[in-house]
């Protein structure tokens, strides 16, 4: 009888701290993505640094991309900005970003003046590749440049597609992606109320 | 009496019916060639500085009873030209360079955003709203379709992007 009843109790215990493990070590990395996407070091368009603090009470919504695709990013922003108008008029609670992961090419003038098409404010970052290689692993996101010929200036940038919600704590979600702003807008509404309910993540976080 | 009213009922009509030829000439144009159309060839207008542009055709038709195949394109405006398909794989966008493609007897493509593309690089100026350029699709064996391609607004909402001017600093 014994025997049966310790051997449950061992089976409990080692439950318990499989799933406090789990969550634990999923905390930390978390932590440790979140330390890293503060010390990446990125720059506006002016050339003054940001680091995710910058976004004080605004959730960020980022884009990576480049100025030199021509179809996909374009799009994409055009979609953000129309889904933004209709959710957020007052622009009170988002920020929407794109961060080009293109520096070769797409220097501090080029990037402002890419965005300055779109029917917003969308705030234009880039880094070295270095701190935009950190930066984008740890949101989630990739990069990769097609380039065969490395002389060849009309290269081409792979991407992740879609956009990322990401708060001035470093707590984020990705969006799915949508390419229609009437989705994209739904999408971007649900994904910030999970993001505000997780509110233990918080008090979590704050313990360590 | 009455004539003077039939005349003036019907210079209005022909003045309604020039109002309706010159919008729809400026929306969607077509261009034909032997047994291919082009209809609506289109441009985003791009920012000063850009060095890549896009062009859009709403759909080439072949109208003929054999496949027709596009091998390239050729204009002036850009040093080079090519069509490029945006794919996305693992949550990952690239483009894919077409090299050319066939249309089927009957059977239209639609060039269009987020899709098919004809990507401009090496932009000699800035693609500005209204302005046209030419573009011609290269078809194997058949020659070539000339078109005129109009540059129409960033969003396609066609609503005037806000200017933020910073005169001073």
Same mark, same amino acid.
């Given at each position: 009888?014994?025997?049966?009843?310790?051997?449950?109790?061992?089976?409990?215990?080692?439950?318990?701290?499989?799933?406090?493990?789990?969550?634990?070590?999923?905390?930390?990395?978390?932590?440790?993505?979140?330390?890293?996407?503060?010390?990446?070091?990125?720059? *506006?368009?002016?050339?003054?640094?940001?680091?995710?603090?910058? +976004?004080?009470?605004?959730?960020?919504?980022?884009?990576?991309?480049?100025?030199?695709?021509?179809?996909?990013?374009?799009?994409?922003?055009?979609?953000?900005?129309?889904?933004?108008?209709?959710?957020?008029? /007052?622009? +009170?609670?988002?920020?929407?970003?794109?961060?080009?992961?293109?520096?070769?090419?797409?220097?501090?003038?080029?990037?402002? *003046?890419? +965005?300055?098409?779109?029917?917003?404010?969308?705030?234009?970052?880039?880094?070295?590749?270095?701190? +935009?290689?950190?930066?984008?692993?740890?949101?989630?996101?990739?990069?990769?440049?097609?380039?065969? *010929?490395?002389?060849?200036?009309?290269?081409?940038? /792979?991407?992740?597609?879609?956009?990322?919600?990401?708060?001035?704590?470093?707590?984020?979600?990705?969006?799915?992606?949508?390419?229609?702003?009437?989705?994209?807008?739904?999408?971007?509404?649900?994904?910030?109320?999970?993001?505000?309910?997780?509110?233990?993540?918080?008090?979590?976080?704050?313990?360590? | 009496? !009455?004539?003077?009213?039939?005349? $003036?009922?019907?210079?209005? !009509?022909?003045?309604?019916?020039?109002?309706?030829?010159?919008?729809?000439?400026?929306?969607?144009?077509?261009?034909?060639?032997?047994?291919?159309?082009?209809?609506?060839?289109?441009?985003?207008?791009?920012?000063?500085?850009?060095?890549? #542009?896009?062009?859009?055709?709403?759909?080439?038709?072949?109208?003929?009873?054999?496949?027709?195949?596009?091998?390239?394109?050729?204009?002036?405006?850009?040093?080079?030209?090519?069509?490029?398909?945006?794919?996305?794989?693992?949550?990952?966008?690239?483009?894919?360079? !077409?090299? $050319?493609?066939?249309?089927?007897?009957?059977?239209?493509?639609? !060039?269009?955003? #987020?899709?098919?593309?004809?990507?401009?690089? #090496?932009?000699?100026?800035?693609?500005?709203?209204?302005?046209?350029?030419?573009?011609?699709?290269?078809?194997?064996?058949?020659?070539?379709?000339?078109?005129?391609?109009?540059?129409?607004?960033?969003?396609?909402?066609?609503?005037?992007?806000?200017?933020?001017?910073?005169?001073?600093?």
């Amino acid at each position: 009888m014994k025997k049966i009843i310790y051997s449950i109790l061992a089976i409990l215990v080692f439950c318990a701290l499989s799933i406090g493990t789990f969550f634990i070590s999923d905390h930390y990395a978390q932590r440790w993505q979140s330390n890293k996407l503060f010390k990446a070091k990125l720059y *506006d368009v002016e050339g003054k640094t940001w680091s995710i603090k910058s +976004l004080k009470d605004k959730l960020g919504i980022i884009y990576f991309g480049y100025t030199f695709c021509p179809d996909a990013c374009p799009t994409a922003l055009n979609n953000l900005t129309i889904a933004l108008e209709k959710i957020d008029k /007052n622009k +009170l609670q988002f920020k929407p970003i794109f961060i080009s992961v293109d520096p070769n090419r797409d220097k501090p003038e080029i990037i402002k *003046d890419y +965005l300055s098409s779109f029917n917003t404010i969308i705030l234009g970052l880039t880094g070295t590749d270095r701190d +935009l290689k950190s930066f984008t692993f740890n949101i989630g996101a990739t990069y990769s440049l097609s380039r065969e *010929d490395p002389e060849d200036e009309d290269y081409l940038v /792979n991407h992740t597609v879609g956009f990322f919600m990401i708060n001035s704590e470093g707590v984020r979600l990705p969006i799915p992606y949508r390419n229609n702003s009437e989705d994209l807008g739904q999408a971007i509404v649900r994904i910030k109320s999970i993001l505000m309910s997780n509110s233990n993540f918080k008090k979590f976080s704050s313990i360590f | 009496m !009455i004539q003077n009213q039939l005349l $003036s009922i019907n210079i209005l !009509i022909l003045i309604a019916m020039a109002c309706v030829y010159t919008t729809s000439d400026i929306d969607a144009k077509s261009y034909t060639y032997k047994k291919v159309r082009a209809s609506n060839p289109w441009a985003r207008a791009t920012s000063k500085l850009a060095k890549t #542009g896009v062009v859009y055709i709403t759909s080439i038709h072949n109208t003929g009873e054999r496949a027709v195949k596009i091998i390239g394109f050729s204009t002036n405006i850009a040093n080079k030209v090519q069509l490029h398909k945006t794919v996305t794989e693992n949550n990952i966008t690239k483009m894919q360079y !077409i090299k $050319s493609l066939k249309i089927g007897p009957g059977k239209s493509i639609h !060039i269009k955003p #987020g899709g098919l593309h004809i990507m401009l690089m #090496g932009l000699k100026r800035p693609l500005k709203e209204n302005n046209q350029f030419p573009l011609i699709i290269k078809f194997e064996t058949l020659g070539n379709l000339e078109t005129m391609v109009n540059v129409k607004n960033f969003s396609w909402r066609q609503k005037k992007p806000l200017k933020h001017k910073h005169m001073h600093h």
